[in-house]
């Protein structure tokens, strides 16, 4: 794994490339979506200004994959992540608004055929329990996620304690 000016340099290099791919095919969702991730990538290891430039460029790469391929789950699923990275630099009501776009996006990739987990987990940051519960059971119940994957992601941290969290953890423990 590369980091630091080496890996912003191959960021770079990777955008150029998504770049001249789409000159060649303008409607290829997958590259607009792999664009988009790659500039989410880059972002989260940039800070303030810079990366929310970036979170931008990637929202706009989402959208592109969304309007070529519109049931195009992963672009949903990724753009709400994407959108939750925000969301957590900022305070108040922008961070409301970016945690709310992010809901949409999380419920339009499950519309599409995409897993539950990640609204399941933005609700819980949200401190939502029962919405958080809900889509929990319904990753759980598809086994979609392992019980241990839950206990150890950081986002349910809120609800660790939680006799309904724990409840439904045991429900589906092997």
């Avoid at 195009?72 to 900022?90: I, P, S």
């Avoid at 709310?100 to 599409?112: D, P, S």
Wanted: proline content about 1%.
């Amino acid at each position: 794994t590369k980091s630091g000016n080496e890996a912003e340099e191959l960021y770079k290099e990777a955008f150029e490339k998504y770049n001249l791919a789409t000159t060649y095919k303008q409607d290829d969702h997958q590259v607009y979506y792999n664009w988009g991730v790659a500039l989410m990538k880059l972002a989260t290891i940039k800070s303030g200004n810079e990366a929310e430039e970036l979170y931008e460029k990637a929202f706009e790469k989402y959208k592109l994959a969304t309007t070529y391929k519109q049931d195009d789950h992963n672009a949903y699923d990724t753009w709400g992540l994407a959108l939750v990275e925000l969301a957590k630099t900022k305070s108040g009501s922008e961070a409301e608004e970016l945690y709310n776009e992010a809901v949409e996006k999380n419920k339009l990739a499950i519309k599409y055929g995409g897993e539950a987990y990640n609204l399941a987990c933005l609700y819980a940051i949200r401190n939502q329990k029962a919405e958080a519960l809900k889509y929990l059971e319904q990753t759980l119940a598809r086994n979609e996620i392992t019980v241990d994957f839950v206990e150890q992601d950081e986002d349910w941290k809120n609800l660790r304690n939680d006799p309904d969290f724990q409840d439904l953890l045991s429900r589906y423990k092997k």
